[in-house]
Structure formats: structure tokens, C-alpha cells
């Protein structure tokens, strides 16, 4: 496709849905800020993308640290960059008990899960706004829908991006600016290892592919929509929530984490 000469930001760009938001804006015409906290592995996900044609920028970025997110735009704006869609996909989950759990790493991933993007869409927004044109994903979870006992920090952040985006959608349609959340349910990404937990067959079995789950997102994006569940499966456990009671929904969640 040829090159739109527009600018999209992707976080968490160095793997995972990552990397499949980078290559499906890449492959619309997109240049391209990747950002992440591993310089080796966003420059390899860079070449691989280059090939398109496009324009890509790496920006290595810990958004779990103070600070962070507002540092990053302002490094975007010193390249002349004028972003037209963000991608907030950077995100961190804690598996265990709540207790068990450091308050150090609870912090870093509540700043990371809501802190850094709040100020990211804050800043670029606004610009948006200005403008009056952008689009805006925020990647909330299927957790958002439920407590989730031994996710209790990590799945209540998601229920403030899940919140928090869909207000934003209302908010900003008059500024002719898309905001769009997307909730993904478990994916063969890494992300249950890296919260500390090993998946069991049966989580397995439910997995989704990272490349669907970010392409249910971007359309979703780009056809103007306040809200998109990845999977069929997803869509009915979420749509079911509502009408549990929410103590029972609570154990059944719980259950199904462990299983």
C-alpha cells in the first residue's frame, strides 16, 4: 500500500499484539514510532517493518517509571512528529495473592497499566482535538469485566482503561477524534509467564492468536466503534457477566484462572 505520510504510535511494540499492531499499520501505510522497553528486540521488529516502505522510529520507553510516558511525547514532538493514531498496548499483569504480592511491583504496573496511559492519551488527544482528526485505541482486557481473584491489582486497572475509553469515545466523537477500547482474552503472547503464572491446558485451549486479536482491534479503530471483545468465545463470556450475580461471577472467574 502506498505510504499515507501519517504517524501512528505503537507501545509495547516489541512483541506480542505488539508487533501485530506495527505490521497492520505498516501494511495500511503508516509510519511508524514504535516504543518499548527493549531497544534489540523494537530494532529487530523495525526491520522486519521497513520493508513496506514506510518511515519507522525506535524509542526505547519504560512506561512503568514516573515519568516516562510525558518524556516520550515530548521526545515525538522534538522529531516533528504529528501522530494520528496511538496505540496504547503497553501493559504488565501480577498473578497471586494481593498480599503476596510487592507493593513495588503492584506500583510499577498500576503505572503502567494506567498512569503512563492516561498521560499518552492526554497529551496526544489533545492534539487530536486540535486537529480535529486521530484515532485512539486503548487495549483494556476481558478481566475488565469481572473481579478476578489472584488478578485483583491487575484486573481492576483494566476495568479503569475499559471505563475510561469508552467515555473517551463520547467525549471526543464532536472533535472528530476515534477512541476505541479493545479487550482481549488470553493469548499465546508470553503475558501469563511474565505475570507469574503457568497456563494450564484448559487456558490453552481458549487462547487466541495475537495477529486476530490486534486486527479485531484495528478494525474496530477504523470503523468508528466505542468498544470490540476479541473472539467469539470472549464475546459471549462478557456479555454473560452481566446478568451473574457478582459474588458467583467472582468464584467462576476465580475458577477458571486456576484451572
Given at each position: 500500500m502506498m505510504n499515507t505520510g501519517k504517524w501512528a504510535l505503537v507501545t509495547g511494540a516489541s512483541g506480542g499484539m505488539g508487533v501485530e499492531f506495527a505490521s497492520l499499520l505498516a501494511e495500511r501505510g503508516y509510519n511508524l514510532v514504535l516504543t518499548a522497553r527493549s531497544a534489540d528486540r523494537l530494532e529487530k521488529v523495525a526491520s522486519n517493518l521497513r520493508s513496506f516502505g514506510g518511515q519507522i522510529h525506535v524509542e526505547r520507553s519504560d512506561l512503568s517509571q514516573e515519568g516516562a510516558a510525558a518524556a516520550l511525547v515530548e521526545t515525538i514532538r522534538k522529531r516533528g512528529i504529528v501522530l494520528d493514531v496511538l496505540i496504547n498496548n503497553a501493559g504488565q499483569g501480577l498473578h497471586g495473592d494481593f498480599v503476596d504480592q510487592s507493593a513495588e511491583d503492584i506500583e510499577q504496573m498500576l503505572r503502567l497499566n494506567i498512569s503512563?496511559?492516561?498521560?499518552?492519551?492526554?497529551?496526544?488527544?489533545?492534539?487530536?482535538?486540535?486537529?480535529?482528526?486521530?484515532?485512539?485505541?486503548?487495549?483494556?482486557?476481558?478481566?475488565?469485566?469481572?473481579?478476578c481473584p489472584t488478578y485483583a491489582a491487575y484486573a481492576a486497572s483494566k476495568a479503569y482503561v475499559r471505563n475510561f475509553g469508552e467515555a473517551l469515545h463520547a467525549e471526543m466523537a464532536p472533535r472528530d477524534v476515534t477512541v476505541t477500547v479493545l479487550s482481549p482474552g488470553l493469548m499465546d503472547t508470553g503475558f501469563l509467564n511474565a505475570a507469574g503464572q503457568e497456563p494450564s491446558k484448559s487456558m490453552k485451549r481458549t487462547?487466541?492468536?495475537?495477529?486476530?486479536?490486534?486486527?479485531?482491534?484495528?478494525?474496530?479503530l477504523f470503523a468508528g466503534r466505542q468498544t470490540v471483545v476479541a473472539g467469539s468465545m470472549n464475546r459471549l463470556v462478557a456479555a454473560v457477566s452481566a446478568f451473574i450475580p457478582r459474588g458467583r461471577l467472582t468464584r467462576m472467574a476465580g475458577q477458571l484462572l486456576q484451572e
Amino acid at each position: 500500500m502506498m505510504n499515507t505520510g501519517k504517524w501512528a504510535l505503537v507501545t509495547g511494540a516489541s512483541g506480542g499484539m505488539g508487533v501485530e499492531f506495527a505490521s497492520l499499520l505498516a501494511e495500511r501505510g503508516y509510519n511508524l514510532v514504535l516504543t518499548a522497553r527493549s531497544a534489540d528486540r523494537l530494532e529487530k521488529v523495525a526491520s522486519n517493518l521497513r520493508s513496506f516502505g514506510g518511515q519507522i522510529h525506535v524509542e526505547r520507553s519504560d512506561l512503568s517509571q514516573e515519568g516516562a510516558a510525558a518524556a516520550l511525547v515530548e521526545t515525538i514532538r522534538k522529531r516533528g512528529i504529528v501522530l494520528d493514531v496511538l496505540i496504547n498496548n503497553a501493559g504488565q499483569g501480577l498473578h497471586g495473592d494481593f498480599v503476596d504480592q510487592s507493593a513495588e511491583d503492584i506500583e510499577q504496573m498500576l503505572r503502567l497499566n494506567i498512569s503512563s496511559l492516561t498521560t499518552l492519551t492526554h497529551e496526544i488527544a489533545t492534539g487530536m482535538a486540535e486537529r480535529r482528526r486521530g484515532h485512539i485505541l486503548l487495549v483494556a482486557s476481558l478481566t475488565a469485566f469481572m473481579p478476578c481473584p489472584t488478578y485483583a491489582a491487575y484486573a481492576a486497572s483494566k476495568a479503569y482503561v475499559r471505563n475510561f475509553g469508552e467515555a473517551l469515545h463520547a467525549e471526543m466523537a464532536p472533535r472528530d477524534v476515534t477512541v476505541t477500547v479493545l479487550s482481549p482474552g488470553l493469548m499465546d503472547t508470553g503475558f501469563l509467564n511474565a505475570a507469574g503464572q503457568e497456563p494450564s491446558k484448559s487456558m490453552k485451549r481458549t487462547m487466541t492468536s495475537p495477529r486476530e486479536t490486534a486486527k479485531a482491534g484495528i478494525d474496530a479503530l477504523f470503523a468508528g466503534r466505542q468498544t470490540v471483545v476479541a473472539g467469539s468465545m470472549n464475546r459471549l463470556v462478557a456479555a454473560v457477566s452481566a446478568f451473574i450475580p457478582r459474588g458467583r461471577l467472582t468464584r467462576m472467574a476465580g475458577q477458571l484462572l486456576q484451572e
